[in-house]
């Protein structure tokens, strides 16, 4: 277990953690299939987004905020260990956002997701989206509810990350490789990283994309619609 948070994600071979780690896993997939029943009843479509911190989460909420949400409702609830400033910044963008402050946590957990899902107002939402906490490892074993787990990297990165972060690849439903704006001023090799990606999870879609330039973002956004269930 993760002696920072008590996350099961590292690979102990002792019984008794084992035991532990199970029984935190089994109680949150309890709680993730609560969520799960009770945004299916309301028809809302839920997306859980992993990444490293500073990949570009946030903005790429902004951008689908301010690009789509008057098409379609859409609420946030956003983690960070500490600050408000995500909420601040998606509440900017016109998006119904809810903030969780998860201190020595590396991870949101689907009883964090359930009591923020009841500080927001979802009677007209048609998409919740959680960005989750910036970290590429521990959040790949909590399932919060989500239909869609949208996996991000970003170019300055640098391509080498699905290679050393199968997991996340592995767990997700989609991968977007942002900043594709940056990519005249870095040494970024966009068809390696799709190589890597190809290798660990074939198939797996993956959109280039800029929340900052905007590219990609209609190409996924119809991905994204293709998935919802019809209404
Ligand atoms: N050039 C460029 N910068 C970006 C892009 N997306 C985000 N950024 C910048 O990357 C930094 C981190 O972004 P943020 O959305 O806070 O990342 P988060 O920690 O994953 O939520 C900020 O300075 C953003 O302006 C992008 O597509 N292109
Ligand atoms: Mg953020």
């Given at each position: 277990m993760c002696d920072s948070c008590g996350c099961p994600a590292d690979n102990s071979t002792s019984a008794r953690r084992i035991d532990l780690a199970?029984?935190?896993?089994?109680?949150?997939?309890?709680?993730?299939?609560?969520?799960?029943?009770?945004l299916r009843d309301r028809a809302i479509f839920?997306?859980?987004?992993?990444s490293a911190p500073g990949s570009g989460k946030?903005?790429?909420?902004e951008r689908?905020?301010?690009?789509?949400?008057?098409?379609?409702a859409m609420a946030v609830i956003v983690g960070d260990q500490q600050t408000d400033n995500d909420q601040r910044r998606?509440?900017?963008?016109?998006?119904?956002?809810v903030q969780i402050n998860t201190g020595a946590a590396c991870h949101l957990d689907a009883d964090m997701v359930h009591r923020a899902m009841h500080k927001l107002d979802l009677a007209s939402c048609k998409l919740l989206i959680i960005e989750n906490i910036g970290n590429m490892v521990c959040p790949t074993a909590y399932d919060l509810g989500e239909e869609l787990r949208i996996a991000v990297i970003s170019t300055p990165e640098g391509e080498d990350k699905p290679a050393k972060y199968p997991d996340l690849i592995l767990s997700s439903d989609v991968l977007l490789i942002n900043k594709?704006?940056?990519?005249?001023?870095?040494?970024?090799?966009?068809?390696?990283?799709?190589?890597?990606v190809e290798e660990i999870k074939p198939g797996l879609p993956v959109f280039a994309v800029s929340a900052t330039s905007g590219e990609g973002m209609a190409a996924f956004w119809q991905w994204l619609k293709e998935r919802w269930p019809a209404e």
């Open positions: 199970q029984d935190i896993l089994s109680r949150n997939n309890d709680i993730a299939g609560h969520n799960r029943r009770h839920c997306l859980n987004i992993i946030t903005s790429f909420l689908l905020g301010r690009d789509y949400g008057r098409e379609t998606l509440q900017e963008a016109g998006l119904a956002a594709v704006d940056l990519l005249p001023y870095l040494t970024f090799d966009l068809q390696e990283c799709c190589r890597q």
